[in-house]
């Protein structure tokens, strides 16, 4: 018994990056389909979910930066970098479409690998996406734990290529083996599941939603093979067919029984609908982002805003801020990566309706956070001149003073000395003891620099 417990004790336990390694089998999933990475974007709420991830990272602008010595940063358009990331990473592809490849390849197996093209200098040329199917990429560490990349492209084998010439970003986890968790594989049962159920379903129509049925016959009766022929030809055959409804007439005591579980049953639509929100949960997607509205959610309003909010905060920026940070690891040389840094303006995914932006400008404007040519430059609008001051909103300004040219330093101490003294203007209190004096008007007082 004893020998027994530790023999228990001593098998390995489950490991995380071993999706296969199941107390159940490994036969595959529960469904009886296993969805391949292919199989799974064939799913309209899979496909809607990576699509949804990587056009909108592909249409983020990727900007490169150098940060300068007061914390501040200045853009570097004239960096080698910029040109990669926000151009035009390879001779085939846009920008777009090249971050959109890395999202998918992200999304289905946690890995994006790409082939570095360099200069004599070290700096990248171009950057090509490399498959990060199973079997595509051979990655392991050597013996003194560098990883090294063997992959077949274009008809070429590379073997034992290190990070110095494949750019690989990393999803979310760790596989044991210097990569990220493959979702697709973690989520075979979940994309089984929805595969049952599409079959399910086109099987059902595909056959006219006709029910499964066994025509019972009279307990005296027994058909030779010939009659059993005709009997298929003339009833079961017409049966199955689902082009046209059929209709045919019993003899001899032959009944009709229904064998198979309804739909309305089977709850065939609410299945359907927790499926999609299954695949919503393992990408970390609201539903109503893909066009799925859940129970008792609505598809317009402010709520949707603040959905998307939550998504950006915890399903898009975790995306983002992984590729920055591989950008500057593994794209940058280590004399550069204090200095420079890649970043992706998002702030277009918030930009609010006109009213709403108009109020924000005019906030930021009249706060001084914004110079008004900074503003009009977020609008694409061109600078204007004396534009580039910041401003502030002044309060509390006498009626008599509005529209004047703004008073001298020692104007303005005077004034707010005279108001806390006296409640009142000194040229004011200075005239009419002048007056009293000397019972005439007065000229205005001299004031500082007068002759």
């Keep these: 018994m004893g020998w027994g417990l530790l023999s228990w004790w001593s098998k390995p336990a489950l490991k995380v990056q071993d999706p296969e390694n199941s107390r159940r089998s490994k036969v595959g999933s529960w469904s009886g389909y296993d969805v391949s990475a292919d199989g799974a974007m064939r799913l309209s709420a899979w496909w809607s979910g990576v699509r949804l991830y990587g056009e909108t990272i592909g249409a983020l602008p990727c900007a490169v930066y150098e940060k300068l010595p007061d914390g501040s940063k200045k853009p570097r358009n004239d960096h080698w970098l910029y040109g990669i990331t926000h151009n035009s990473p390879n001779a085939d592809q846009t ?18 690998y790409s082939l570095k093209d360099k200069r004599s200098d070290g700096s990248i040329i171009s950057l090509t996406p490399l498959s990060a199917a199973p079997g595509d990429m051979d990655r392991k560490r050597d013996a003194q734990g560098v990883l090294r990349y063997s992959f077949t492209h274009r008809g070429k084998r590379y073997i034992g290529l290190t990070e110095d010439d494949v750019f690989h970003i990393r999803g979310f986890g760790d596989d044991g083996n210097g990569g990220g968790l493959s979702v697709v594989s973690f989520a075979r049962q979940s994309l089984g599941f929805s595969e049952a159920i599409g ?56 009944d009709v029984k229904s064998v198979s579980l309804p739909p309305k049953d089977a709850e065939m639509l ?4 927790f499926s999609i929100e299954e695949l919503c949960r393992w990408l970390r997607i609201p539903p109503v982002l893909i066009g799925h509205a859940a129970q008792g959610q609505t598809m317009w309003g402010s709520g949707i805003e603040q959905i998307m909010l939550g998504w950006y905060v915890l399903g898009l920026r975790p995306y983002l801020v992984r590729i920055e940070q591989a950008i500057k690891k593994r794209l940058l040389p280590p004399a550069e990566r204090g200095k420079i840094f890649a970043e992706f303006l998002f702030e277009g995914l918030f930009r609010a309706d006109s009213a709403g932006r108009a ?55 005077r004034s707010a000395m005279m108001n806390l003294l006296f409640g009142g203007d000194l040229d004011a209190i200075v005239d009419a003891k002048m007056k009293a004096m000397m019972g005439r008007d007065v000229g205005p007082p001299l004031i500082e620099g007068d002759t």
């Design 95 to 112: 920008a777009a479409e090249y971050w959109e490849r890395v999202v998918i390849d992200l999304a289905a197996h946690g890995n994006s």
């Design 199 to 254: 079959r399910s379903a086109g099987s059902y129509f595909r056959h006219g939603m006709k029910d499964s049925v066994f025509f019972t016959a009279p307990p005296a009766a027994r058909l030779t093979q010939p009659q059993r022929d005709e009997f298929r030809k003339t009833f079961i055959d017409p049966y199955l067919g689902g082009e046209a409804l059929n209709a045919g007439l019993l003899e001899a005591g032959f």
């Design 270 to 273: 609410l299945t359907w609908r």
């Design 359 to 413: 109020a924000l400008l005019s906030s930021l404007g009249q706060n001084g956070y914004l110079t008004r040519n900074e503003g009009r430059a977020m609008d694409n609008r061109p600078p204007m001149p004396g534009g580039d001051v910041l401003t502030v909103q002044s309060n509390m300004i006498p009626l008599d003073q509005l529209g004047m040219e703004q008073a001298s330093p020692t104007q303005q101490l």
